[in-house]
Structure formats: structure tokens, C-alpha cells
């Protein structure tokens, strides 16, 4: 298992180094630089800045110094944001980001697992149907059209919670609920498909058989087989969830990481962009694994060696 | 599968009265069963009308500006409303320094008297006319020593429906465009997909071996970047030309097109009419394109149905961060965001957006589930 874990961890550098090497030529070919403004700067200004930012050398070796300070984990200065390093960026937005898209996650774990089993359960009655509806509404109505209208709403007319902002426990209930919705109906789905197959199952028939209660059939023998699925759908959607939404960000004004890449992407401040561009990508490669090895621990049949 | 053979087997030696039906025919019968997927269809077609012809019969163009009816609340009564008139005629006589005696209101045209202590120059109508709400002022009378005026305007009264945007400008007529826009959008987009998606799966699958590998290999690399980063890259690259980024985005979605396409082509190799065209010596070309490409419609097609929402969200999603459709044209995602900002003192401008663009996407994506049961009955 741990051998296992390792070798996945090793066999992701190659994909890395590749993410790394084509945002960066792609934003190196991109026209225009961090310094182009509105306001032109002065030529000997902009030589200093292109020195000292090693603008000046040839793409390739500015490629290889990029590499040289990465592997000693430094992500460079941001162009744009003087004073900050892109460290600095991203370790102040990163909790911000974590907190919001952990509660959006266990939220819809939750609710979309326990939404799910209601309706297999059930299966063809109205509470089915209803959660059908929830999930297909979910899935369907795009985040930034959820984000305003939950503000106009809530924040606006009856005026429950705050409508943005980040300085209180009661202004992340709306940007978690933004966050879960299309989770929480993509659970749904998951669960409830997976559930009426794992209610049909041989070892659900036996555990009827030996007379077990309902609940504890379908809490400790169905839900067990049938959180699978939901389990290497996970994966990504965590990923995507901790490293931010740059709609839920914007619309609510919260300081997560999610708004750098495009904000970082628009003002060509490219160790920002290679920053974001990197904390997702580990994201991406680490959840994948952690749902691999999770799905070993609760599928007695998947083995890795 | 009630609806394949319901009839009795006709008697020996007869034959058959009813047609057979054809694949096509069947999965057009069990789409027209499912509800849902036939009012989708019909939504969808009033929204493609309005796309087409909306922005053509809509009582404002998009991008006029009426400055005197900046943020006016959507409503089907006419602006300017009736108490506003007088006092909106005052304002554009006080520019003509007159004293305006009495202001009457006629059904449309408005009568005004107005004196002044020196001799009043008829030109002052323009006055009038220089505001967007009258036209056609006249002077009726005009006292002899030119001192006092009565003039009369027709005014002009416009409805906005929909109410209008921060700049005044009608936004029934924007959220028309919007339409056509995200439509046209998401078939150019949906059409680049599908002819690189399919093009490089088929190869793929069909030549086999280690170059399958290696094409397949590069699709796995490109679906680990993150996609709407690599979307909004891409605008980065292209700078804002609409366009041009559709195509873009199209190229980055045909990865999911460029697998399904695969694994036909591979089911689809081993069978005897390709090994009869090898045989025969059709090219590897000829046979992608006659035996190949025709046989993996079915699955494209569905996916196809399910692309065109998912490009229509990516386009609002752009457009919504200011990336996408430049201004003064619009798009839906452009409005939302708009809406957003406004939504404080003008709701309407948030809510009458998002309706359209949920209303599309419900559309949409139910019709394409309806195509995906009539012609993949297994796949339910």
C-alpha cells in the first residue's frame, strides 16, 4: 500500500513537469508582458524591471532558472503584486479557499448522501421525484447565476445575512451553499443510481435474511457498496472545490485563491499564473491518489501491490 | 420494448402490411413519447426564432443608448409614464429660458404656453426636439409682439418591457441578442469539437497500436490541466476576438468527443465490412470516411446535444469574468454579471438574464437526455 502510494506520488512528477513547461510557454507566447500599462513606463524603468525579473534573458533560460528556484520551493515574486511573493499570495488566500470549499464538500457529502439513499429508497415515489428535480436543478443552473441570486435574496431583500464579505461566520453560509448546490445534486444522482443497485445485491439479501434492522442494513451494508462511485468522483471535485471559484470569490468578495489565476492570467504576472497553475495541479494529483487508496479500504476486492 | 413488435406475425405466404421501421424512425417514435424532451424541443425553437429574428423586430437596437431612461424598472405601461411628461417638458424648456405658463397633456402630444420679456425666436422648438421624448414640435400660436408662444410636441413614448441597463440601453433587445449570440456560439464551438474530436479519435482507434497510445496518451495529458484555466489561457493567447476563442474552446472540447470516438472505431475495426474494404484495398483514409466515421454517429450525436449547453455555460462563464463577448455587443454571461453588480435598486436586471440563460440550459440538456434514451435505449 505504501510502495503503491509512492510510486503513484513518483509517476506524477513526469504529468507535473509537463503541466509546468506547457502553462508556461503558453504564457510566455501570450502577447503582451506584466509591465505593458495603460501608462506607459519609461525605457530605462522597464530595462530595471525586465533585469531584475529576468525578463530580459532568452524564454529558455528564464524557463530553466524557473525550474532551478521550483525545485528549491520558491515560486518566485509576483510581477504584479510588488510586495508580495506569490507564496505569500497564495499561503494568505489558500485557508480562505480550504475552509470555504471543505464546508461546501462535507455539506454536500452529507445532504447529497442522505438526499440519495431517501430517494432509492423510494424509488418512483414523489420523494424521489422531488430529489430528481433538486439534483437536476442543481446541475443545470451555473454557479454564477446561483451566486447573485442567493445575494439579491437572501443578502438584499430580507436582508438574513450578509450579501458579501469575509468577517464573520454567518457570511460563509451563502457562498458554501453556492458551492455545494451542484455537489449535493451530482451526489444525489450518484447515491441514488448506485443505492437501488446495492439494495438488490446478494449480500443485502443475506443480511435480510439473517433478520438484520432495516437501518442497519442500508446504513452499514448498502451505503457501503454503494458510496463508490461517489468515492472516485470525489477526487477532482475536491480538488476543484479547495483551490477556489473565482465566481464565488468575486461575487461575494471573499479572499481565496480562485480569482489569481484569472487576475494573474489578464496582467500576464506569470509566476502567479505558474503558482495557481502548480497548487492545482498537486491538488489534482494528491485527491486522486487519496480516493485510490480509499477506495482500496472499502472495496475488499480492489488490491494494490 | 413495446414499441418494436406489438403486431401479430402475419400469415405464411403474406406479406407484411405495415412498413418495417428504420433505426431513426424508432428513436424519433420514443422521443416524441418523452414529455419533457418535446417541450425542450419547443422551447428550443422559439429560442432559436428569437436568436434569429428577435433582434431584427425588437422595438429598440441593442446598442442605443436612451440617456433620459437610465435603470427604468421593466413594465408594460410606456415611459415615460404619464405624471412624468410635464415636468420632463419643463426641464427641456428650461434650457430656453422662457417662463412656461400652463403645460396640457393630450392623449400623445403635449401643449405647452410659455412667455418671455423679450421677443421669443420660433427656433426655440428645437429645444423640444433636441430631448429624446418629443419630436415634431410645432409653434400653434404666437402672440403679435412675439412675446408669448404656445407650441405644441408630439411625445414619444417607448416601452421597455424588460426595463433598461445602467446605460439606458433596452434590455429586451440585449437579452435577443444575447440569445443569438450564445447559440451561435454553441454550435461554432460545438462544431470545431466534433470535427477534431472525431477526425482524432477515429485515427486513433483505427491505426492502433503504439500511435493510439501516444494520441491517447496526449488526450490524458490535456484532460489533467485544468480546463477553464486552460480556457481562459487561451483567451490570454487569442486576445478578445469572439471568434477566434470559440474555435479555441472547441478545440479544447473535444477530448471527451475524440474517446467516445475511439472506442466505436475499435469495436468497429474488427468487423467484416472493414476487413472486406482492407481487403479489397481501400485506403486506411477511405475507410475512415465511408465505414468509420458514418457508423459512430449515433453516440456522437448524443454527445453533441450534451456539448452545446456545456459551451453556452462556458461562454457565459468567460463573459461573465469580462473575457468574452466585448461590448456594446452582449451575451448572457456579460448581462448576469451586469445584473450582479446593479442587483441593489435594479433586480430586474439580474433576474430576467439569468431566466433566459437557465431556461436554455433546462432546455437543452432535457433534450439532449431525450435524444440519449431514443437512441441508446440501453444506455437508460
Not at chain 1, 471535485?237 to 470569490?249: D, K, R, W, Y
Not at chain 2, 412675446?147 to 446605460?167: P, W
Not at chain 2, 467484416?272 to 459512430?296: C, D, M, W, Y
Amino acid at each position: 500500500m505504501l510502495g503503491y502510494a509512492v510510486r503513484r506520488l513518483l509517476g506524477a512528477i513526469p504529468t507535473l513537469f509537463l503541466i509546468i513547461t506547457f502553462a508556461f510557454f503558453l504564457m510566455r507566447v501570450a502577447p503582451g508582458g506584466p509591465f505593458d500599462r495603460e501608462r506607459t513606463l519609461e525605457a530605462k524603468v522597464l530595462e530595471n524591471l525586465n533585469r531584475v525579473f529576468h525578463l530580459d534573458k532568452p524564454v529558455w533560460e528564464q524557463y530553466l532558472y524557473y525550474l532551478g528556484n521550483l525545485a528549491r520551493g520558491d515560486l518566485g515574486p509576483s510581477f504584479i503584486y510588488r510586495d508580495f511573493s506569490v507564496q505569500q499570495l497564495l499561503g494568505n488566500g489558500l485557508p480562505v479557499s480550504i475552509q470555504l470549499g471543505g464546508m461546501a464538500l462535507l455539506v454536500a457529502l452529507l445532504i447529497g448522501s442522505v438526499l440519495g439513499t431517501i430517494a432509492a429508497l423510494r424509488q418512483n415515489s414523489w420523494v424521489d421525484y422531488s430529489v430528481i428535480a433538486v439534483a437536476t436543478f442543481g446541475i443545470t443552473v451555473p454557479n454564477f447565476v446561483v451566486a447573485p441570486l442567493l445575494s439579491l435574496v437572501f443578502g438584499v431583500w430580507l436582508s438574513l445575512l450578509p450579501a458579501g464579505g469575509w468577517n464573520s461566520p454567518e457570511s460563509m453560509v451563502l457562498p458554501v451553499i453556492t458551492l455545494a448546490l451542484p455537489q449535493v445534486a451530482i451526489i444525489a444522482r450518484l447515491i441514488r443510481g448506485s443505492m437501488i443497485e446495492a439494495l438488490r445485491s446478494d449480500h443485502v439479501r443475506t443480511a435480510r435474511a439473517y433478520g438484520l434492522p432495516q437501518r442497519m442494513i442500508v446504513i452499514v451494508h448498502a451505503l457501503r457498496a454503494a458510496c463508490l462511485p461517489v468515492i472516485s468522483y470525489l477526487g477532482p471535485a475536491a480538488a476543484a472545490l479547495l483551490t477556489g471559484s473565482v465566481v464565488v470569490e468575486t461575487i461575494f468578495g471573499l479572499p481565496g485563491i480562485g480569482r489569481y489565476f484569472v487576475q494573474g492570467a489578464l496582467n500576464r504576472d506569470y509566476t502567479l499564473v505558474m503558482g495557481t497553475v502548480i497548487i492545482i495541479a498537486v491538488f489534482v494529483v494528491v485527491f486522486n491518489l487519496i480516493v485510490d487508496l480509499l477506495y482500496a479500504a472499502l472495496d475488499p476486492r480492489v488490491r494494490y501491490d | 420494448m413495446t414499441d418494436i413488435a406489438t403486431g401479430q406475425m402475419p400469415p405464411e405466404g403474406e406479406l407484411p402490411t405495415t412498413k418495417s421501421r428504420s433505426a431513426w424512425e424508432t428513436a424519433f417514435m420514443r422521443l416524441r413519447r418523452n414529455r419533457a424532451a418535446m417541450a425542450s424541443l419547443f422551447i428550443l425553437i422559439l429560442f432559436v426564432v428569437a436568436g434569429i429574428f428577435g433582434p431584427m423586430l425588437a422595438p429598440h437596437p441593442y446598442a442605443r443608448v436612451y440617456s433620459d431612461f437610465v435603470k427604468v424598472p421593466a413594465s408594460l405601461e410606456a415611459y415615460p409614464r404619464q405624471s412624468e411628461i410635464v415636468p420632463l417638458a419643463e426641464a427641456a424648456l428650461s434650457r430656453a429660458r422662457l417662463e412656461t405658463g400652463t403645460i396640457e397633456l393630450d392623449g400623445n402630444t403635449v401643449r405647452i404656453a410659455a412667455t418671455s420679456r423679450r421677443e421669443i425666436d420660433p427656433r426655440v422648438t428645437r429645444y423640444l426636439d433636441r430631448s429624446d421624448l418629443f419630436s415634431n414640435a410645432r409653434i400653434v400660436e404666437q402672440a403679435d409682439d412675439k412675446k408669448s408662444i404656445v407650441m405644441e410636441a408630439d411625445v414619444q413614448r417607448l416601452r421597455f418591457i424588460f426595463g433598461t441597463d445602467a446605460n439606458g440601453r433596452d434590455l429586451f433587445a440585449r437579452v435577443l441578442i444575447s440569445i443569438r449570440i450564445s447559440l451561435m456560439i454553441g454550435a461554432l464551438a460545438t462544431g470545431v469539437a466534433l470535427l477534431i474530436g472525431v477526425i482524432y479519435g477515429a485515427t486513433a482507434g483505427f491505426l492502433g497500436g503504439r500511435i493510439d497510445n501516444i494520441m491517447m496518451r496526449i488526450v490524458d495529458i490535456l484532460y489533467s490541466l485544468p480546463f477553464t484555466f486552460f480556457a481562459i489561457l487561451l483567451v490570454v493567447f487569442f486576445g478578445r476576438n469572439v471568434v477566434l476563442m470559440f474555435i479555441a474552446v472547441g478545440a479544447v472540447e473535444w477530448l471527451d468527443m475524440a474517446r467516445i470516438v475511439r472506442g466505436q472505431t475499435i469495436a468497429l475495426r474488427r468487423r467484416e465490412f472493414v476487413q472486406a474494404a482492407e481487403a479489397l484495398g481501400v485506403s486506411s483514409g477511405g475507410i475512415l470516411k465511408r465505414h468509420i466515421i458514418p457508423n459512430t454517429l449515433g453516440p456522437v450525436i448524443i454527445y453533441m446535444t450534451l456539448l452545446v449547453p456545456k459551451v453556452i455555460l462556458l461562454e457565459s462563464f468567460l463573459s461573465f469574468l469580462g473575457l468574452g463577448v466585448q461590448e456594446p455587443l452582449t451575451s448572457l454571461g456579460v448581462l448576469i454579471s451586469e445584473g450582479a453588480r446593479n442587483m441593489r435598486g435594479a433586480a430586474y436586471m439580474l433576474l430576467y438574464p439569468s431566466l433566459a440563460l437557465t431556461a436554455l440550459l433546462f432546455a437543452l440538456n432535457f433534450l439532449g437526455d431525450g435524444l440519449r434514451d431514443a437512441l441508446d435505449p440501453k444506455d437508460r
